[in-house]
């Protein structure tokens, strides 16, 4: 988007959005569940979850809730990490199609190839991966605990799986050598320097506040570099009055409602993931009702995932 201007956006009628709101909420009490909501999610679905955060954080919550249900609005490697997590609850993907394709860039066979070329390496895999590929990692990480969990892991070399972005990020930040796995994030690769330089032309008092899936070069001209939720809390705590803000563009709900006297630019409108916007009240409501979309895990591969996201929640 041209910074300064608005997404235009047409609203559902209020009586249809309220019949689903409720249908919703039935089914929710009938299931005895929760629905939990990534960032980046359609507005009208952040605002029916009793949970919205950033990946590390509905990790977290998913191991604390009194439920039998999680009903996840996001991506399938985010409630797939949450069926890691929890195999004693029903995990349901609210999306069935809804997945990241830099999760799918590397798969467990590549990752043993990668181990036999470095052998005496650690693993660290970004939460943005397959089950599978966890249970060949000696410990996971999210964008807003990468550097901790790094520095944290024994021995000097890291083989970094799959983000390249967020593993020079990394790199840049922490004494260990880094082995870079070359996989991306489609939608924040499409955000370039030149686009970043014309917004700070036009908006030279606001910050920049990137995601550290951006390219190297994007992340040298923030002025933070941070996950969906910290970028959230730097906009709320920072006294600038307006930001420009370089991830996907649902973010901007939360911002806009946990900031309302702030103004908001995403610095450009191709911050779309298309994944993150498969996911509607519809097929909220359809996944519940058909009880459909049930992520589960084998247990021999479960366990050995979870053993990474575990050491990921004791480090932070
Ligand atoms: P966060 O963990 O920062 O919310 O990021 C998730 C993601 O998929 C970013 O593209
Ligand atoms: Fe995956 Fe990128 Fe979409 Fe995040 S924004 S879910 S990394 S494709």
């Known amino acids: 988007m041209t910074p300064g201007s608005k997404l235009a956006v047409i609203e559902r009628p209020a009586a249809e959005l309220a019949a689903l709101r409720e249908n919703i ?33 509905l990790a977290r919550k998913s191991t604390q809730l009194q439920a039998e249900a999680i009903v996840f609005c996001g991506v399938h490697f985010m409630a797939e990490t949450a069926a890691i997590l929890n195999p ?21 066979d590549e990752l043993r190839e990668w181990k036999l070329k470095y052998p005496g390496a650690a693993v660290v895999c ?20 990468a550097v901790k969990v790094v520095d944290s892991v024994p021995g000097e070399e890291i083989i970094f799986v799959p983000d390249e972005n967020l593993g020079k990020f990394v790199a840049a930040r922490t004494k260990k050598r880094m082995v870079l796995y070359p ?3 489609v939608t924040h690769a499409r955000l370039n320097a030149e686009q970043v330089k014309l917004a700070r032309s036009l908006h030279p008092d606001s910050p ?14 923030a002025d933070a570099v ?19 803000i370089g991830t996907e563009l649902g973010i901007l709900h939360r911002m806009r409602k946990e900031a309302p006297d702030k103004e908001f630019y995403v610095i450009s409108n191709s911050l779309i993931c298309p994944n993150m916007k498969k996911t509607t009240l519809e097929s909220v409501l359809d996944t519940m009702r058909l009880r459909r979309n049930i992520v589960k895990v084998p247990e021999d591969i479960r366990l050995r995932a979870r053993r990474a996201v575990d050491r990921m929640l004791e480090v932070v």
């Open 25 to 57: 909420l039935e089914l929710k009490k009938k299931l005895k569940a929760v629905i939990v909501a990534h960032n980046y999610q359609h507005p009208e679905v952040q605002d029916i979850a009793d949970f919205v955060g950033d990946s590390l954080e």
């Open 88 to 108: 004693e609850k029903t995990v349901y993907l609210a999306h069935g199609t809804a997945g990241c394709p830099m999760a799918n860039m590397i798969d467990a």
């Open 126 to 145: 970004y939460v943005n991966t397959t089950a599978e590929v966890k249970a060949e990692s000696d410990i996971c990480c999210t964008s807003a605990n």
């Open 183 to 185: 996989g991306y994030c």
């Open 208 to 221: 920049v506040v990137v995601h550290p899936e951006c390219r190297p070069e994007v992340a040298a001209l």
């Open 226 to 244: 941070l996950s969906t939720s910290q970028m959230i809390r730097f906009c709320k705590e920072n006294p600038a009055k307006s930001f420009l």
